[in-house]
């Protein structure tokens, strides 16, 4: 048997759910200073994984393909696969994972393993398409949905893509029919001709107002969803300000309470960058970071305020975009669902350093969302 095949063969054992369910078989192919990374970004050792897998046992099935040998010594190696899963819903994911094998004691165990989760393609899923033309739209996918209403906003958007693709078509199918079949020039009735009138110019005109009347009241509804409809008031409140040209993002201290600001106390350089007023209590204790950081699974108001110019404040795999103006205050809420890291763009052209006015939003899981908030420097009473 060749490494390769060895070394498989090991991989296929960690996938069974016998082994992973069996604390010594595990500890017999994970070598004591075993570390994995996973895709939301936490790292287990040897024991902790050994508990997870005990308390929490795998379902649905799991093997993998593509398994290739990447580097090798007689004392080391690095593979890479993909392994795809089916749980019991039926719902399909497939994950890149790579992992380091090390040889002791006559036998090989693993040192390393980190497992990235790979883009699902939504098409097939959102819309019944021919086998070719999914295939066209794989090479020009929607960004990643990461947002608990994302999947309503793609079906929407694809719907009203196929349907002006059908009426482009039945209008060129129209266009060429009367080109190459000749009218007959024979007089026909007034009655006819108002018949005609109301089949070929009315009924379609009416059908084509309702329908896009639907689509305008479905949209509308979507809208409303997020900026009409008020937030949970359990919901995790954030601030967004924009200026020339970064983002800026406040949370509440303790107290659940944002501190006053004024424009006269902005001062990057100083440490304040949204004018946080000292002489306000309730802002002591709020947090103003560079990097937008949530909980994923838990509903978030945020708040959106602009400084000098407009700004547009645009998250794509969120599907989230509001413009933040002057002197106004702006609320949308939404729900993050998958961990990650985004970029959060400015899509207003806000001056001659709009190119570089971006910044990063990271969704963490609930426990290292606390974990993060509990290692921040808060401000603290002068």
């Known amino acids: 048997m060749t490494l390769t095949d060895h070394l498989r ?4 054992q960690l996938l069974n759910p016998a082994t992973r369910t069996s604390a010594s078989g595990l500890t017999h192919l994970l070598a004591p200073e075993f570390v994995e990374f996973g895709s ?6 040897r024991t902790e994984i050994i508990a997870a897998l005990a308390s929490d046992p795998p379902t649905g099935s799991l093997h993998l393909s593509d398994f290739h040998l990447h580097a090798s010594t007689p004392s080391w190696a690095l593979v890479t696969y993909r392994c795809p899963r089916q749980n ?8 890149l994972r790579s992992s380091t094998w090390v040889h002791r004691d006559d036998r090989w165990q693993l040192l390393f393993h980190q497992g990235t989760c790979e883009p699902r393609q939504r098409y097939p899923e959102l819309v019944p398409l021919p086998h070719t033309l999914a295939a066209f739209l794989r090479f020009w996918p929607l960004p990643t949905d990461a947002s608990a ?4 906003l793609d079906r929407h958007l694809l719907l009203n893509l196929w349907i002006i693709l059908a009426l482009a078509a039945l209008a060129h199918i129209l266009i060429l029919f009367g080109l190459l079949v000749r009218q007959r020039t024979t007089p026909t009735e007034p009655a006819h001709d108002r018949f005609h009138k109301l089949r070929l110019e009315y009924l379609p005109l009416a059908a084509l107002t309702v329908l896009f009347g639907a689509l305008a009241v479905h949209a509308e509804r979507l809208w409303a969803a997020t900026r009409y409809t008020g937030a949970d008031p359990s919901a995790l409140q954030v601030e967004a300000t924009g200026m020339q040209f970064a983002w800026y993002f406040r949370y509440p201290g303790p107290d659940y309470t944002f501190g006053r600001t004024s424009s006269a106390l902005v001062d990057p350089g100083a440490g304040n960058p949204l004018g946080i007023d000292p002489a306000d209590p309730h802002g002591t204790d709020d947090l103003t970071t560079s990097e937008l950081v949530l909980p994923a699974n838990r509903e978030v108001d945020l708040t959106l305020h602009a400084v000098d110019v407009i700004h547009g404040f645009a998250i794509p795999e969120l599907r989230l975009k509001q413009n933040a103006v002057p002197g106004q205050t702006l609320h949308i809420h ?3 669902t998958t961990p990650g890291t985004y970029a959060i763009l400015c899509t207003q052209l806000c001056g001659s350093g709009h190119f570089r006015m971006n910044a990063t939003l990271r969704i963490l899981l609930p426990e290292d969302f606390a974990a993060w908030l509990s290692k921040q420097s808060f401000r603290t009473a002068p």
């Open 9 to 12: 063969s090991l991989e296929e």
């Open 40 to 45: 939301s970004g936490r790292h287990l050792t």
């Open 88 to 95: 019991a819903s039926g719902t399909k994911h497939t994950s």
């Open 149 to 152: 209403h994302g999947t309503a």
């Open 334 to 336: 939404f729900t993050p």
